[in-house]
């Protein structure tokens, strides 16, 4: 009798055991995967800003070339970004942060030698805006970082590194826009430049 109490109770702990080691797998891998929808969310309002800037650089484009001269890769440029951004990926985001800040900086450098489109209320306006949809691609990475950040940290803890290894998840990738990661991509040269702005050819 006392052989069949104790063949219970093992029986009886080993499936509390798999019971509570189902029921941490299941929270771990929700856990992730909520992580995940968040991201990608995140990822695509990042995505609609990013487009949004680019279709408010063109219209400054627009706006600015009765002033200066205007070369047709520039539109060329920014049309390429605009088609990339709407699959891009961490990585591609970084690199077309880089590219649309360079091509916006040049403008805003041929908008200052220009006293008529420093007055201009529709230039003016448009880099207002444009400015004003940066402060919201911030917001967005900040956000999709904080995501990131918490999915890596239960990859690379114990013992929840188990459950993604069993399930196959992977790092997930920051979005990197701080200088170092410019520096990378070629858009710093030294400490002490700013981004480097493509050639736009002004006269």
């Known amino acids: 009798?006392?052989?069949?109490?104790?063949?219970?109770?093992?029986?009886?702990?080993?499936?509390?055991?798999?019971?509570?080691?189902?029921?941490?797998?299941?929270s771990i891998y929700n856990r992730l995967q909520r992580l995940r929808h968040g991201?990608?969310?995140?990822?695509?309002?990042?995505?609609?800003?990013?487009?949004k800037r680019l279709d408010m650089i063109e219209q400054l484009v627009d706006?600015?070339?009765?002033?200066a001269r205007f070369?047709?890769?520039?539109?060329?440029?920014i049309s390429g970004m605009r088609s990339r951004v709407a699959s891009a990926d961490p990585i591609e985001l970084t690199r077309i942060e880089g590219e649309s800040k360079g091509v916006f900086g040049n403008l805003v450098a041929v908008a200052e030698g220009y006293p008529q489109l420093r007055t201009s209320e529709t230039v003016m306006?448009?880099?207002?805006?444009?400015?004003?949809?940066?402060?919201?691609?911030?917001?967005?990475?900040?956000?999709?970082?904080?995501?990131?950040?918490n999915f890596n940290t239960i990859l690379d803890s114990f013992p929840s590194k188990y459950v993604t290894y069993l399930v196959?998840?992977?790092?997930?990738d920051y979005l990197n826009f701080e200088e170092d990661?410019?520096?990378?991509?070629?858009?710093?040269t030294t400490e002490e430049e700013g981004p480097k702005r493509p050639e736009v050819g002004w006269d």
């Open 71 to 77: 070369e047709r890769e520039v539109l060329e440029r």
């Open 181 to 188: 990661e410019l520096r990378r991509l070629g858009y710093l």
């Open 168 to 172: 196959k998840f992977g790092r997930m």
């Open 125 to 149: 306006m448009t880099m207002d805006a444009i400015k004003g949809v940066e402060d919201e691609i911030s917001r967005h990475r900040y956000t999709y970082n904080n995501i990131v950040q």
């Open 39 to 51: 991201a990608e969310a995140t990822l695509s309002q990042m995505r609609v800003a990013m487009k």
């Open 63 to 67: 706006s600015v070339k009765s002033y």
């Open 1 to 26: 009798m006392e052989i069949q109490l104790h063949g219970s109770a093992a029986i009886l702990t080993a499936f509390l055991l798999l019971l509570s080691s189902a029921v941490y797998f299941i």
